[in-house]
């Protein structure tokens, strides 16, 4: 069965400090993995999309790495910001699958304290 | 949010009625979506459309219809409210359908069946 799975589900970080928050899916054949962010009462909005080939990609302060290998992504923020509080949702889609097939985690909430 | 509008924001509705959630966009975007979104569920996907009366069914589409007569409008009607359709409701939209295009959110309406 394809699965996505987070870890932590909640996080608690000082403001100014450095996380990581870890994603594991079980999707095959794979397409490609997602970060989206999610304000609380938003919807989702990206932050990066890998494909099978790429194992690190950059936006601002969030990094994101694959391993298509070991079926592993971790997303690492840098110099966190109150701004940063929010849920963080991993996506997974299979190759030959459509948009309608895209695997969602439950997020890790992240909140950033001051 | 790209030019994704969903009405209302909010609605407290009782159970045995009908609703119709109404999703708007002004990309010109030829796939629209509709998902779900429960405490301890990733986000599952409804219905989805892949043109102008061209739809077809996600994974939780029991209870749940949709129509698109236009490019730019998608609805989704619960037939008949039950309290297990209270959730949040988020509309996407993507220029394709396959696996790697990037699927831009609404802001999401929050359903209450009472």
């Known amino acids: 069965k394809n699965q996505v799975e987070q870890s932590p589900q909640s996080l608690i970080i000082l403001e100014g400090k450095n996380c990581t928050l870890q994603?594991?899916?079980?999707?095959?054949?794979?397409?490609?993995l997602r970060w989206y962010k999610q304000d609380t009462g938003r919807g989702p909005v990206s932050l990066t999309i890998?494909?099978?080939?790429?194992n690190t990609k950059s936006n601002g302060r969030y990094t994101a790495t694959l391993d298509a290998d070991t079926k592993q992504s971790s997303l690492h923020i840098t110099a966190s910001q109150l701004s940063d509080s929010a849920s963080y949702i991993c996506?997974?889609?299979?190759?030959?699958?459509?948009?309608?097939?895209?695997?969602f985690g439950k997020g890790t909430k992240l909140s950033v304290k001051p | 949010d790209a030019g994704i509008t969903q009405s209302p924001r909010h609605k407290v509705t009782e159970t045995g009625t009908p609703v119709t959630l109404r999703c708007h966009q002004t990309?010109?975007?030829?796939?629209m979506y509709w998902y779900r979104q429960d405490p301890g569920h990733g986000l599952r996907l409804i219905h989805y459309?892949?043109?102008?009366?061209?739809?077809d069914k996600g994974e939780v589409s029991d209870g749940y219809s949709v129509s698109r007569s236009k490019t730019e409008d998608f609805l989704l009607t619960l037939e008949s409210a039950t309290s297990s359709q209270t959730s949040v409701y988020f509309c996407?939209?993507?220029?394709?359908?396959?696996?790697?295009?990037?699927?831009?959110f609404g802001q999401g309406t929050r359903l209450t069946v009472v």
């Open positions: 996407a939209i993507s220029e394709s359908g396959t696996a790697g295009t990037e699927a831009f």
């Open positions: 994603c594991n899916y079980t999707v095959s054949p794979f397409s490609n």
């Open positions: 890998m494909t099978f080939s790429e």
């Open positions: 996506v997974v889609s299979a190759r030959g699958g459509s948009q309608g097939n895209l695997i």
């Open positions: 990309e010109n975007h030829r796939y």
């Open positions: 459309s892949y043109g102008v009366k061209d739809t």
